[in-house]
């Protein structure tokens, strides 16, 4: 039998539950699956995945995640914001904080409810990996990189017809191509694209549908749109679920840039679980 406090956090409609587990009470398996039964939406919390945070020799604290489907990620845009502020907050870490995650040291800077990310670098001589699927008679160009996680970036042109439905079948049909993505891949298409701004629809991998919002994504599609001529930075990228900034130099001459996201990230509740067995019984709000 386990008792579990826990905070709901979401930053722009990607939703997290949030657990402290500085004291090492749970285990990585144990973790896990607390993520599949308390993400379901209709049988227990609900969200997109679980937050974990932990404690770092080397940092102020380590971020973990872990999707809703029980696999553990490397990063999270939306998340890492969210966890960024629950530990200012809590006074775990101060407003200007550095965090480790999987994908290596993450830097935050918080100011009430918006929260901006030094997401590192991203090399732009490994983003041009291009290449096309056939998809129904279609050939669906896309580019393919690497923003703390791995994103496929669909452009505009090549999804102007296609419904809802059109793009989750080939967001499918893309994430289970194990031979040319052996590590998985999330979908971000690009919906449209104006100079200043990009909306944007992305199909995560671990939740296996679309989400809210996807701070990685935005990224990733900030970057793919720069590297296309169809944007300039700062982006303002559009989800479903809200506005994610994302910011780096205007220079393609680089071989490297280091890239910035701004987005909101919010306290929902806390909650807790006096006793919760295996199916995850027993919630109180």
Not at 156 to 169: A, F
Not at 178 to 203: D, H
């Amino acid at each position: 039998m386990l008792s579990l406090e826990f905070t709901k956090m979401q930053g722009n409609g990607n939703d997290f539950i949030l657990v402290d587990n500085r004291a090492n009470r749970f285990s990585s398996k144990t973790l896990s699956r607390l993520a599949v039964e308390l993400c379901h939406r209709r049988q227990s919390v609900g969200a997109d995945g679980l937050l974990v945070i932990e404690k770092s020799p080397k940092a102020d604290f380590a971020m973990r995640l872990f999707n809703s489907d029980g696999s553990e990620a490397q990063m999270c845009g939306n998340g890492a914001r969210c966890i960024a502020r629950y530990a200012c907050e809590k006074g775990i870490a101060p407003r200007e904080t550095a965090f480790s995650t999987k994908a290596g040291l993450v830097r935050a800077k918080v100011a009430q409810d918006l929260v901006t990310l030094d997401m590192g670098t991203v090399d732009l001589g490994e983003v041009g990996r291009k290449g096309t699927f056939s998809f129904e008679g279609e050939e669906i160009s896309y580019t393919h990189l690497v923003a703390g996680v791995p994103h496929t970036v669909i452009f505009p042109q090549d999804i102007r017809e296609k419904t809802e439905t059109d793009l989750r079948r080939l967001a499918q049909t893309i994430q289970a191509d194990g031979k040319r993505f052996p590590q998985g891949t999330n979908v971000n298409f690009i919906t449209e694209a104006k100079e200043e701004f990009l909306r944007v629809m992305t199909f995560e991998r671990g939740v296996r549908d679309f989400t809210l919002s996807c701070g990685t994504g935005s990224a990733a599609s900030a970057i793919a749109a720069w590297l296309e001529g169809l944007v300039k930075p700062p982006v303002i990228v559009i989800n479903l679920g809200g506005t994610n900034t994302v910011d780096f130099p205007d220079e393609r001459s680089l071989a490297t840039i280091s890239v910035k996201l701004t987005g909101k990230a919010e306290f929902v509740y806390e909650g807790h679980i006096p006793e919760m067995e295996t199916e995850g019984k027993g919630i109180e709000g």
